[in-house]
């Protein structure tokens, strides 16, 4: 991450490096969705496989069903829909149409590793696919994708997404970690 005009790269106790004060548009845009990474990976670290099962109340949301979902989530809009690339593995041999929830619903058989494994690699991916979207065209790159009505998302759009799927399920993670061992935070 790239820090402001005359900031240093801040990291809070949890490991956390603080989005810029006085960034660009860029530079606060990847700031905040490195935050919201690294506190999903805050919330979902150190559990073994029985607490990445763990669900809360009513929902079946567990933090390993999560991170799949996240590492689908990075794939599907920084590889397959910015760049209309095929799924790499293991998106390539889904069939959706049979569960449509699968990320979901098969992290049960995945080990906390494999999990995190994915879930690296997808946002290695989705770095390097940012990385060569800011190069072709900056946040105004338009992804290969259409919408049912034709337009298309451009960079800008979907790295404020990735920040507001992170966010939204950082607080999910928050009352599933909370029930497992009582680690509580931001």
Same mark, same amino acid.
């Given at each position: 991450?790239?820090?402001?005009?005359?900031?240093?790269?801040?990291?809070? &106790? =949890?490991?956390?490096?603080?989005?810029?004060?006085?960034?660009?548009?860029?530079?606060?845009?990847?700031?905040?969705?490195?935050?919201?990474?690294?506190?999903?990976?805050?919330?979902?670290?150190?559990?073994?496989? !029985?607490?990445?099962?763990?669900?809360?109340?009513? #929902? #079946?949301?567990?933090?390993?069903?999560?991170?799949?979902?996240?590492?689908?989530? &990075?794939?599907?809009?920084?590889?397959?829909?910015?760049?209309?690339?095929?799924?790499?593995?293991? *998106?390539?041999?889904?069939?959706? #149409?049979?569960?449509?929830? *699968?990320?979901?619903?098969?992290?049960?058989?995945?080990?906390?590793?494999?999990?995190?494994?994915?879930?690296?690699?997808?946002? !290695?991916?989705?770095?390097? !696919?940012?990385? #060569? %979207?800011?190069? %072709?065209?900056?946040?105004?790159?338009? %992804?290969? =994708? @259409? =919408? @049912?009505?034709?337009?298309?998302? $451009?960079?800008? *759009?979907?790295?404020?997404?990735?920040?507001? &799927?992170?966010?939204?399920? $950082?607080?999910? %993670?928050?009352?599933? @970690?909370?029930?497992?061992?009582?680690?509580?935070?931001?």
């Amino acid at each position: 991450m790239t820090e402001g005009p005359g900031e240093q790269l801040m990291v809070d &106790e =949890f490991g956390r490096p603080e989005p810029p004060f006085a960034g660009t548009e860029t530079e606060t845009l990847l700031g905040f969705l490195e935050y919201q990474r690294a506190t999903f990976a805050w919330k979902t670290g150190g559990l073994d496989a !029985a607490g990445l099962r763990v669900s809360v109340a009513a #929902s #079946s949301m567990t933090l390993g069903g999560m991170i799949k979902h996240l590492a689908y989530v &990075e794939d599907c809009w920084c590889h397959i829909r910015l760049f209309d690339a095929d799924p790499p593995a293991p *998106w390539d041999t889904v069939d959706w #149409s049979a569960d449509e929830d *699968w990320d979901w619903h098969s992290a049960v058989d995945d080990s906390p590793e494999q999990l995190d494994a994915l879930w690296q690699e997808s946002v !290695a991916r989705s770095r390097a !696919a940012i990385a #060569s %979207a800011m190069a %072709a065209g900056g946040m105004g790159h338009l %992804a290969r =994708f @259409r =919408f @049912r009505d034709g337009r298309s998302p $451009n960079l800008r *759009w979907i790295v404020t997404h990735l920040i507001e &799927e992170y966010a939204r399920h $950082n607080g999910h %993670a928050d009352l599933i @970690r909370e029930s497992i061992d009582g680690v509580v935070g931001e």
